[in-house]
């Protein structure tokens, strides 16, 4: 079956502009969850959905936010973006707990 | 909260070698336990999970794990490597009990480096 798709792989904003990640899961997959990976920060933790709410929140300023809708694909939006907003966006989606997260291969956002 | 340490940034070994990249962690609460395995410009590709049960779990591409509930740790071995080997390697835990139908969330280490030099 299809893995997790993550659109576009790579983009390029200036300062203070505003940027929208897509994330389809995998089909039957009802929970999503997003992550920020930067070389000196690593892994951190975005937020999670789970039909169409979100159930968990990183540590992360209220300018970073998401959505999930009702077919499960989610999307996060970064406003007012800042130069440390450079990092690979992960998404992942979820069956059971017991399968453990499949991640989608990532955007890489430059902010310049 | 969990945290997870991975005591070795970067580990050098020679092709056909063992190898060891050594993971602790720390959570006042039952986890699962992965470790996940990134090539340059990828995603996380999840090598194997511990869940319950047996302690010794084995994944894909012949790595193996041990989870030592007492030391807290979950090292992840493989008896003999190969130049494709080399990446990024991520230990990670989470709750093992979400609760209702939430997932909970992952924490990672900080990677490991794996070079496999021929």
């Known amino acids: 079956k299809a893995g997790v798709t993550q659109t576009p792989r790579y983009l390029i904003k200036t300062r203070g502009q505003q940027v929208t990640l897509s994330c389809s899961p995998i089909s039957g997959h009802r929970s999503v969850s997003w992550y920020q990976q930067t070389p000196g920060q690593g892994l951190q933790f975005l937020f999670e959905y789970f039909s169409e709410t979100q159930r968990n929140k990183g540590n992360f300023p209220g300018r970073f936010s998401g959505r999930q809708f009702s077919n499960s694909r989610s999307e996060m939006n970064v406003s007012t973006l800042e130069l440390g907003d450079s990092a690979l966006y992960l998404c992942?989606?979820?069956?059971?707990?017991?399968?453990?997260?499949?991640f989608g291969s990532g955007t890489r956002l430059t902010v310049v | 909260a969990q945290s997870v340490t991975q005591l070795d940034s970067q580990v050098p070994v020679f092709e056909e070698a063992p190898v060891e990249l050594r993971c602790n962690y720390s959570?006042?609460?039952?986890?699962?336990l992965f470790w996940y395995v990134q090539y340059p410009n990828q995603g996380l590709q999840l090598l194997l999970k511990?869940?319950?049960?047996?302690?010794l779990v084995k994944g894909i591409n012949g790595f193996e794990a041990e989870f030592n509930k007492s030391q807290t740790s979950f090292h992840l071995r493989k008896p003999s490597v190969h130049i494709s080997d080399t990446a990024e390697y991520f230990c990670?835990?989470?709750?093992?009990?979400?609760?209702?139908?939430?997932?909970?969330?992952?924490?990672f280490g900080q990677g490991t480096i794996l070079t496999v030099h021929p």
């Open positions: 990670a835990v989470m709750r093992g009990n979400a609760g209702g139908t939430s997932y909970g969330k992952l924490t």
């Open positions: 511990y869940l319950s049960g047996s302690t």
């Open positions: 992942a989606s979820i069956g059971t707990n017991r399968d453990g997260y499949t």
């Open positions: 959570s006042s609460v039952s986890v699962y």
